[in-house]
């Protein structure tokens, strides 16, 4: 995890543990069931990486014993709409609430990028007869997509009202920290071109052993998000609230091409992702 995100996650529970200790807290929501609907923005940072893998003993391309490695980045702004139900209720100092919730949210937008071809340099080290084309074994070049399609998930949320908001929100305006776990439904695309043949396709493109084409994995992710809200009421048990978020996936190994069958090439793709997202609420007390 890189160090600036690392940060971000170790300093939510710091603030939950400050929203806490907060002098001055009062109830800041309605106890009780609720309903909602919501809408974020989402920053998606995706992070594919690929291998390639020749160290089967029967493979049978010029590359046999090696292993190639690439990976790409792209980060996009996608969208999310979601319904919502959860129940809110109070601990016995009445001072804080907590809240439980689960939801159903469809995203739009997508990242993508291209995970660059890695050429053998053994095989075409001082080589003038190796076509100028990915051959059998290498690393090909891969256009790739990564798209979040729906998530559902299980969301805690503490909070109550500080002195400070009451001059700048109102009265009954209050802050709270989030932490919950996601199931993301996410969709990985691959469009690729090259020669699969250890005859290294003489007749070039043209050859009818050169293939282009293209491969979809659908795949579910688990998911972990916290961050930090705003919660204002707007009129007869109806709340707003404004949150902004971050959600790490764990990463998931996609095994695109095994190595059961000649040539015995293996290859797998490892899609990686994060996001950090501002999110509007609109909550329905009963």
Known sequence: MKESKRWRVL????????????????????????????ASAENLDATPSRITDNTHPMNATTSRGRTFSTRDSDTQTISGFGV????????????????????????GGKARGRLAW?????LRAGANN??????SGEG???????????SYGLTLRLGGQPDFLTSMLGPDSGLYALAGIRRI?????????????????????????????????DT????????LGLHTPVGDRLGMQVEMYYTNYEEEDLLLLDDNG?????VVHSPDADGIGLRLRLLRHF
């Open 11 to 38: 300093a939510v529970p710091a603030l939950a543990a400050a929203l806490v200790g907060a002098p001055g807290f009062s109830p800041a929501m309605e106890e009780g069931f609720y309903m909602g609907l919501s």
């Open 84 to 107: 919502l139900a959860g129940y809110t209720f109070r601990p016995s100092n009445r001072e804080l609430y907590l809240s439980a919730e689960i939801d159903l949210v469809y995203h």
């Open 118 to 122: 890695i050429k053998d340099s053994v």
């Open 130 to 135: 190796v076509p100028d084309w990915p051959q």
């Open 140 to 150: 090909w070049p891969d256009n790739w997509t990564f798209e979040k399609n729906r």
């Open 185 to 217: 439904e996410a969709e990985y695309s691959l469009s690729y071109e090259g020669c699969p043949t250890t005859e290294g396709c003489p007749g070039g493109r043209e050859d009818e052993s050169y293939v282009q084409g293209s491969d979809r994995t």
């Open 220 to 227: 579910d992710y688990t998911a972990w998000t916290a961050g």
């Open 262 to 266: 000649p040539p015995h090439i293996r």
